[in-house]
């Protein structure tokens, strides 16, 4: 394996990584609050949460350019303070595909959520079981199947972004060129033995994503029975 | 512990599409074994709920033994956590993630985490072998026996050592057979262990077995006590 699709690799591996991460914490958070609270508006903002699935991902580039870029409030408040921007930079790479496989995370872990019995958790509260701890011990273990299945997708969903990505990273061969970019610019640029490499690397890369999600498939996880 | 005071009045109104449904009992009874007895749909239930903190009642007032647990007019409204009282559902509600064991221990172990799968508790064990259950103790309760179930379910509920034993409809997910067999189990663990119980049940045998008081009810209202059949109401 030469250099560049090895760095491409581990550069897309790391921005996935980062991703699944951040959906982790914001797609499970989110799926729970609305499994969870009546308010009014709820189904407008399920919606309003479920539309990086079906836009463009250019389109969610150019958004996340605006929200951003040096010229936003955001953007320019990062630069004073830190001296950070998102633009051409890899953690701008792992937020665009952060958000483009946020549905996928929320979605299926929402549903998660409100397939749990409450009346498990009701059981829970009488033994003298509340807040995080009920969270933890009940309704996390019977929802982590759904959760669990939603984090996979997402994971290989952000290995093959490309449009949002390109959007606000770019394609700077070593530090935000994902493989999927580097496919793109291998071609481009007429270098097919590198596209051919990189083509391969990434079917392997997919077909292992895969094996490993079957091993940790439903009937495998403690607690999937009703 | 012998004789159980319970005072109650529940006020409630639930809404469910079109449908609307008022509870509005109210009882002041004394006794070791109490029978809440009526139809599906009388309110049995959702008083059996309120007293344990499942369900905040809209007016009125829970006491138990001469704990306030709820008091609408004083906002007193104890957290199902803090009422010590034990709670057995219907279909058991046991965590179908954790084995029997961790069922039973369940409420003995505080923090994020459940106990572990095989970690030895002494009250644990001792309600393990009272109720037969050591040899499935690593079993999960979807490759128990209905029986099972139940006595896991009464485990787990007796552990923590509650003031009073709420039972929800005990024994209609059991046939007929086994039934008869857990009611004479059930008996038998309550005189032994001397600890009040409110029972619900829509079966006039479990009421003939143990209502020391008999509160019959029906669309939402208290509508007799008595131990034997109750003369419906003139409307």
């Avoid at chain 1, 609270?37 to 079906?54: K, N, Q």
């Avoid at chain 1, 982590?144 to 061969?173: H, K």
């Avoid at chain 1, 999927?180 to 990434?202: C, F, P, R």
């Avoid at chain 2, 449908?19 to 009882?27: K, N, P």
Wanted: hydrophobic share 50%; glycine share 10%; proline share 4%.
């Amino acid at each position: 394996m030469n250099g560049p699709a090895a760095i491409a690799l581990l550069l897309s591996l790391k921005v996935a990584l980062a991703a699944t991460c951040i959906n982790l914490v914001l797609g499970v958070g989110a799926g729970f609050i609305l499994a969870r609270s009546r308010f009014i508006g709820r189904d407008v903002l399920d919606s309003l949460l479920t539309l990086p699935m079906v836009m463009p991902p250019t389109v969610l580039g150019y958004y996340l350019l605006v929200l951003l870029g040096r010229r936003s409030a955001l953007g320019a408040w990062l630069q004073d303070s830190f001296g950070f921007s998102f633009i051409f930079t890899w953690q701008g790479a792992a937020i665009a595909a952060a958000v483009v496989g946020f549905p996928l995370v929320f979605k299926p872990a929402r549903a998660a959520f409100e397939s749990v019995d409450g009346q498990l958790e009701q059981a829970a509260r009488v033994l003298g079981v509340s807040g995080f701890s009920l969270f933890f011990r009940v309704t996390l273990p019977l929802a982590w199947r759904g959760i669990l299945a939603g984090l996979l997708l997402a994971f290989a969903r952000a290995m093959g972004e490309f449009g949002a990505t390109l959007m606000v990273a770019g394609s700077i061969p070593g530090k935000t060129q994902t493989l999927s970019i580097a496919v793109y610019e291998a071609v481009q640029a007429g270098q097919d033995s590198l596209a051919n490499e990189l083509v391969v690397l990434t079917s392997a890369v997919c077909v292992a994503v895969l094996l490993i999600a079957g091993r940790l498939a439903p009937g495998r996880i403690n607690g999937a029975r009703p | 512990m012998s004789t159980m005071e319970l005072d109650f009045a529940i006020h409630k109104t639930l809404r469910s599409g079109q449908r609307r449904f008022t509870l509005d009992v109210d009882a002041r009874v004394s006794g070791q074994r109490i029978v809440l007895l009526g139809p599906s749909g009388a309110g049995k239930s959702v008083t059996l709920k309120a007293i344990a903190g499942l369900m905040a009642p809209d007016a009125g007032h829970i006491r138990l033994n001469g704990q306030t647990l709820f008091d609408a007019a004083s906002r007193i409204d104890l957290a199902a956590q803090q009422r010590n009282v034990a709670y057995v559902f219907q279909d058991y509600a046991l965590f179908p993630h954790l084995n029997v064991r961790q069922n039973v221990g369940f409420g003995l172990k505080r923090g994020w985490f459940n106990p572990g799968a095989g970690q030895a508790q002494a009250e644990v064990d001792y309600w393990l072998d009272a109720f037969g259950l050591a040899a499935m103790a690593h079993q999960l309760p979807a490759e128990l026996s209905g029986g099972q179930r139940q006595r896991t379910a009464l485990a787990r509920a007796l552990v923590a050592k509650p003031s009073a034993l709420l039972l929800d409809e005990p024994f209609s997910a059991l046939d007929e057979a086994l039934r008869e067999t857990m009611r004479d189990e059930l008996d038998a663990l309550q005189k032994r262990l001397r600890i009040p119980m409110v029972l619900i049940t829509h079966d006039p045998a479990d009421a003939a077995r143990f209502g020391d008081v008999v509160l019959h009810l029906r669309d939402g209202k208290v509508v007799c006590r008595t131990l034997g059949r109750c003369e419906e109401a003139a409307p």
